[in-house]
């Protein structure tokens, strides 16, 4: 199975900062990384797939880079909306693989 | 407008079955990939199990191989887990979602299964 290892673990921000999330694969997958976010008591809402392309809807302060095994999620400005767990996924190979997630509160 | 919405779950002792179903509607459900995924606890998200348009092809994690089975019914545009021999550990939220080769797309609101005596 491929591990998914998102870093860092949490974090806090103040809302207009700007936030990176990184996420590194065990083995290359190509462009078959994918980022959700959660909110509690929530279901997982995508972000990002295929590593950078934005899912229609989506507000433009979230982007994705990355190929082979290194990948971010980059919020540009924090939003009070914003603040949530945030998860990578691979979908390169089966069983699909998610990263541990990244919880991103207020300072 | 897409919706999944899953139904069935409960408690339940260990060592017993459960099945929990997911019903489609927006979207023509005999054209996607449907998965399973579940969440436990306070925990992080594990994908469960994908099944193929027709059903002709299944795929699991390994932790659930030979106890849960995936299945769907394309005319009635619902998705089914089957879960025997539950354990502790299977205790979750458990989301329906529609799979796409990048990620699942839509996903339910999740039912819950607890797994106790």
């Known amino acids: 199975d491929i591990q998914m290892t998102q870093s860092p673990s949490s974090l806090s921000a103040s809302v207009g900062d700007g936030v990176t999330i990184t996420c590194r694969a065990s083995?290359?997958?190509?462009?078959?990384l994918n980022w959700y976010q959660q909110k509690p008591g929530k279901a997982p809402k995508v972000l990002i797939y295929a590593a950078s392309s934005l899912q229609s809807g989506v507000p433009s302060r979230f982007s994705g880079s990355g190929s082979g095994t290194d990948f971010t999620l980059t919020i540009s400005s924090l939003q009070l909306e914003d603040f949530a767990t945030y998860y990578c996924q691979q979908s390169y190979s089966i069983p699909r693989t998610f990263g541990q997630g990244t919880k991103v509160e207020i300072k | 407008e897409v919706q999944l919405v899953e139904s069935g779950g409960g408690l339940v002792q260990p060592g017993g079955s459960l099945r929990i179903s997911c019903a489609d509607s927006?979207?023509?459900?005999?054209?996607?990939?449907m998965s399973w995924v579940r969440q436990a606890p306070g925990k992080g998200l594990e994908w469960v199990a994908n099944i193929k348009q027709d059903g002709s092809e299944k795929h699991y994690v390994d932790s659930v191989k030979g106890r849960f089975t995936i299945s769907r019914d394309n005319a009635k545009s619902s998705l089914y887990l089957q879960m025997n021999s539950l354990r502790d550990e299977d205790t979750a939220v458990y989301y329906c979602?529609?799979?796409?080769?990048?990620?699942?797309?839509?996903w339910g609101q999740g039912t819950l299964v607890t797994v106790s005596s």
């Open positions: 979602a529609r799979a796409r080769p990048y990620g699942e797309d839509y």
């Open positions: 083995q290359s997958i190509s462009n078959y």
């Open positions: 927006g979207f023509t459900f005999r054209d996607f990939w």
